[in-house]
Nanobody, 117 residues
Framework: QVQLVESGGGLVQPGGSLRLSCVAT????????MGWYRQAPGQQRELVAG???????NYADSVKGRFTISRDNAKNTVYLQMNSLKPEDTAVYFCNARNILTDIDSWGKGTLVTVSS
C-alpha cells in the first residue's frame, strides 16, 4: 500500500523559511515523478513544484526563486525548501507521486503552512 507522509509545516512569519519533507513507502520511488501541491481555503489545489526521476524540476511562477524541490532516492524522500515566505503561501501542502509507467497518482494527507505575523 502506497503511503506518503508529509512533515515540516507550521506557523512562520513573513520572510521566514520552512522545509517540508515527504517520505514515500509502498512504491518504487525511482519511477515516480514527485510533486508538491497546495490548497488554500476556498481555492483549487495547485501545483507548486515537481521533480522527475531524473531530477528535472518545474515550479509555479509564484514560487520561482523562493522554493526549491529536491529528492533523495536512497531515502524515498522529497523535500520542499521554502524561503522568503509570504502570507499568500498559506495553504495545506500535499505531496504527490505519479508513477511514470501507469500514470497512477498517490497523495499524502497534507501539512498546513501558515505565514502570518
Amino acid at each position: 500500500q502506497v503511503q506518503l507522509v508529509e512533515s515540516g509545516g507550521g506557523l512562520v512569519q513573513p520572510g521566514g523559511s520552512l522545509r517540508l519533507s515527504c517520505v514515500a513507502t509502498g512504491l518504487d520511488f525511482r519511477i515516480n515523478v514527485m510533486g508538491w501541491y497546495r490548497q488554500a481555503p476556498g481555492q483549487q489545489r495547485e501545483l507548486v513544484a515537481g521533480i522527475g526521476s531524473g531530477s528535472s524540476r518545474n515550479y509555479a511562477d509564484s514560487v520561482k526563486g523562493r522554493f526549491t524541490i529536491s529528492r533523495d532516492n536512497a531515502k524515498n524522500t522529497v523535500y520542499l525548501q521554502m524561503n522568503s515566505l509570504k502570507p499568500e503561501d498559506t495553504a495545506v501542502y500535499f505531496c504527490n507521486a505519479r508513477n511514470i509507467l501507469t500514470d497512477i497518482d498517490s497523495w499524502g494527507k497534507g501539512t498546513l503552512v501558515t505565514v502570518s505575523s
